[in-house]
């Protein structure tokens, strides 16, 4: 197991290099870069859109739709003619590029390398501290919407697969995959109308992680606000979440239960339960806990943009997509390095859990 586990860490380094160069080099085609929206503000051609930044406080940002995109005439910045070309050489050194973007690139992953990650175009801060200030939000929405998907999902399939083709089975499954069927977004528009002042209740909180008077309240009470911010939106995130899950659980107890070693076990006298929980469980579970990892990297950062929005949290969905919106290169690629690597490794951990779970899983003798 020890050398996979380094083989795997090794690849690491190819695939990671590979996932930065097709992400770099197809930003360098996309029109709407830094430069060009500096040239359309100092020409008036910008078109001024609102994005937040952090500690919530709205400012404006500028974009140009219309002219912000390369041509063939005498400057490769349309919108820029009659400017100076020595302005746009500044402009070009003050983002960067001014050097060739190979050159840029390699010095980019050397920098990375020593998780240098330099500063924002747009925001007077370093993008070490943007993610950092962001991270607290992300990291709640995901941890907690994991492990209660988990905490609902595995009972729950366990209950389906003991229970299946009955009317327990049939109800629950329709409900589930009503829920599923669902967008997250919706189903948080509609807790906001039911239950935070938008028609009829007004008792959880519509924004922000915690409340205004946070560091004057005890332990105690921090905790229960913490989560009073978190109901909403982690029911919303729960609800289209686990149902995925939950039918793979049954799915995995159904296929353990009709197993030999199950018949064998009943044969011997063994009770049910003991059967259930003492034999099927582990194997049943094996393709579910083992899985852990990566679906903590998928709710992470792929369900949680819409719901930041929503209920105002600023998390590192929301930085994601107005570093995507505001050509914010240093942002946009450093988040990409740092969910890159992370979902690597945690792919390498979800595989090493299966060897801990069950030790006769050997990748090794495999290969």
Do not use: C
């Amino acid at each position: 197991m020890a050398s996979y586990l380094i083989r795997r860490l090794l690849l690491i380094i190819p695939t990671l290099f590979g996932i930065m160069l097709i992400n770099f080099a197809i930003i360098q085609i996309v029109p709407g870069g830094p430069v060009e929206q500096m040239i359309a503000q100092m020409t008036g051609t910008a078109v001024e859109t609102t994005a937040r930044f952090s500690g919530g406080d709205e400012g404006e940002l500028s974009s140009n739709t219309a002219n912000d995109s390369f041509s063939n005439n005498d400057t490769k910045y349309r919108g820029a003619q009659g400017l100076d070309p020595d302005i746009i050489k500044e402009i070009e050194e003050m983002y960067g590029m001014n050097e060739p973007a190979h050159k840029r690139f390699f010095n980019m992953l050397k920098d990375y390398l020593t998780f240098d990650f330099g500063e924002s175009f747009f925001r007077d801060q370093k993008v070490t501290s943007l993610v950092l200030d962001k991270m607290p939000v992300s990291i709640s929405l995901g941890l907690w919407t994991t492990l209660l998907v988990y905490l609902i999902s595995i009972p729950l399939g366990i209950r389906k697969a003991i229970k299946d083709g009955t009317k327990f089975d049939v109800i629950s499954s329709t409900i589930v995959t009503i829920g599923y069927a669902i967008p997250n977004f919706l189903f948080a528009v509609i807790l906001i109308v039911f239950f935070a002042g938008g028609r009829f209740y007004d008792i959880f909180p519509l924004r922000g992680l915690t409340s205004e008077n946070f560091s004057q309240l005890s332990f105690f009470s921090q905790i229960l606000d913490y989560f009073w911010h978190l109901t909403l939106p982690l029911i919303a995130m729960i609800v289209s979440g686990f149902a995925g899950l939950t039918f793979l659980t049954k799915n995995s107890f159904l296929d353990q239960v009709n197993q030999q070693y199950v018949i064998t076990a009943r044969a011997k006298g063994l009770s049910e339960k003991k059967v259930l929980y003492g034999h099927v469980f582990r194997n049943a579970m094996l393709i579910v806990i083992a899985g852990f990892p990566s679906a903590f990297i998928g709710i992470l950062f792929s369900s949680s943009l819409f719901i930041e929005v929503i209920f105002s949290l600023d998390g590192l969905g929301l930085l994601g997509y107005e570093a995507a919106l505001t050509r914010d290169y240093p942002v946009i690629f450093a988040t990409l390095y740092f969910f890159s690597l992370l979902g690597l490794v945690m792919s390498i951990i979800g595989d090493f859990m299966y060897s801990v779970i069950d030790p006769r899983i050997d990748f090794e003798s495999r290969e």
